[in-house]
């Protein structure tokens, strides 16, 4: 069962146009959410994260949004760059489960110029 | 530069062979992590490590095992390669701090992408 869901496997947006990557999990426990951006042949690198006690952080081109009570979050990137173009992953932790980290499936964001 | 480094980046394998991929992190982290990266799949934890000798099952722990002689090394073996552990292998390090600060931030090394023929 996953706990961690990303629905859209991939997603494709014009530069300089908004791009929304979304993430839904299902452990009410999950307290602090990331984002990690991943390229091909690449590891995975650390994006931006949120705490349960927010509901937005914010850091630069990105934005994470987080409603508790639909158990969602998303991935605002604005604007959307070429370079922006990698697949990403959501993961989540829960306060009881030490440091572990569950992901999502990922999102592969293509942005065309 | 604080980093996480894989042995190989690439690799190829005949089924049957022992595999070894090592990861060092000079971080001084506590935990150490072995993931697999397959297409749709997502990120998948195979084993981690909370300290030097001590090991845990992941979610897909089956046909791997795992070594921590010391506390910035973590070694993925595959005791039998077979043509389905053909995939992206990602070590991954934290700090065993607070849960639900930055502490819980991986750092991810490069990969190793392993091909069993």
């Known amino acids: 069962d996953q706990q961690v869901k990303q629905n859209s496997p991939s997603l494709s947006v014009q530069e300089g146009r908004i791009s929304i990557l979304n993430c839904d999990y299902t452990n009410s426990m999950f307290d602090y959410f990331l984002w990690y951006k991943k390229y091909p042949a690449e590891g995975p690198t650390f994006l931006i994260s949120i705490s349960s006690i927010k509901d937005k952080n914010e850091d630069g081109r990105f934005t994470v949004f987080l409603n508790k009570s639909a158990k969602h979050l998303s991935l605002h990137i604005v604007p959307s760059q070429p370079g922006d173009s990698a697949v990403y992953f959501c993961a989540a932790s829960a306060w009881n489960a030490g440091n572990m980290l569950t992901f999502g499936g990922g999102t592969r964001l293509m942005v065309k110029p | 530069d604080v980093k996480v480094t894989q042995s190989s980046r690439y690799l190829v394998k005949r089924t049957g062979e022992k595999v070894f991929l090592e990861c060092v992190q000079d971080m001084d982290h506590e935990n150490m992590f072995w993931y697999r990266q397959d297409p749709g799949l997502g990120l998948r934890l195979i084993y981690f490590s909370y300290d030097v000798k001590m090991k845990e099952k992941g979610d897909i722990p089956e046909g791997y095992s795992v070594s921590r002689e010391k506390k910035e090394r973590f070694s993925l073996i595959l005791e039998s390669a077979s043509t389905n552990q053909t995939s992206m292998y990602l070590c991954?390090?934290?700090?065993?701090?607070?849960?639900?600060?930055?502490?819980?931030?991986?750092?991810f090394g490069p990969g190793t992408r392993l091909l069993v023929l």
């Open positions: 991954a390090s934290s700090l065993a701090g607070l849960a639900g600060t930055s502490d819980l931030v991986y750092v």
